[in-house]
């Protein structure tokens, strides 16, 4: 069982859409948890980051996590087409020497 | 500041050959990483770098070897690939101690006959 699993999509939403995306865990020992945005053929970018439990709100986005279920969300309001792209959650213990990437989702917002 | 860069960015091999990807960083950051990147496997760490000087194996190393050669520049080095080898590379860099975010390169594509 690989340590971080997301669902690949592809995810397909009108302009203007609430988008959820979504990642779950195993390893109850993370403590930071982000997400990266990756465009097609570029490297990816981070987005968002959160200690621990709790919400996190960065203009149209927001990122939550609930430990004791080992979830994290990415919520996208008001999804723009620029927002298409591939999206990654990560996850690392507290020295961040390693990350666990999820295999990321594929969002298209469509005009 | 050109940030993370990779060369060369796309690369065919054939089975048997060797090669090495070159990776440098000009912000001045102490950490680095190498990850593969494959459709439903999302990015995995082949071998990191926390510190000049240092380098320690991540999730799948076996067929690669790397080079801390200053604090810039890490290499990554396929002795004999394989096709099993094929994928995206993409190398990272952080600040170090204490920091998150990690800053990714744009990728070498890398195809294995």
């Known amino acids: 069982q690989k340590e971080v699993e997301q669902d690949p999509g592809p995810l397909s939403v009108p302009e203007g859409a609430i988008v959820s995306l979504n990642c779950t865990y195993s390893?109850?020992?993370?403590?930071?948890f982000m997400w990266y945005r990756q465009y097609s053929r570029k490297g990816p970018e981070l987005l968002m980051y959160?200690?621990?439990?709790g919400n996190k709100e960065d203009g149209r986005f927001t990122a939550q996590v609930d430990k004791s279920s080992k979830y994290i969300s990415l919520f996208i309001r008001d999804s723009q087409p620029s927002d298409s792209a591939t999206y990654l959650c990560?996850?690392?213990?507290?020295?961040?020497?390693?990350?666990?990437f999820g295999s990321g989702t594929k969002l298209n917002v469509k005009p | 500041n050109a940030g993370v860069t990779q060369t060369p960015k796309f690369q065919v091999l054939k089975t048997g050959q060797s090669m090495t990807l070159q990776c440098a960083q000009d912000?001045?950051?102490?950490?680095m990483y190498w990850y593969r990147q494959d459709p439903g496997m999302g990015l995995r760490l082949i071998y990191y770098?926390?510190?000049?000087?240092?380098?320690d194996k991540g999730e799948v190393p076996n067929g690669y070897n790397v080079s801390r050669l200053n604090k810039r520049e890490f290499s990554l080095r396929l002795e004999s690939a394989a096709p099993s080898q094929t994928s995206v590379y993409f190398c990272?860099?952080?600040?170090?101690?204490?920091?998150?975010?990690?800053?990714f390169g744009p990728g070498t594509r890398l195809t294995v006959t």
């Open positions: 990272a860099s952080r600040i170090g101690q204490g920091s998150h975010e990690q800053y």
């Open positions: 390893n109850s020992a993370f403590q930071y």
């Open positions: 959160t200690y621990s439990s």
């Open positions: 990560a996850m690392s213990l507290g020295n961040f020497n390693k990350f666990y």
């Open positions: 912000m001045n950051h102490n950490s």
């Open positions: 770098s926390a510190s000049e000087g240092t380098t």
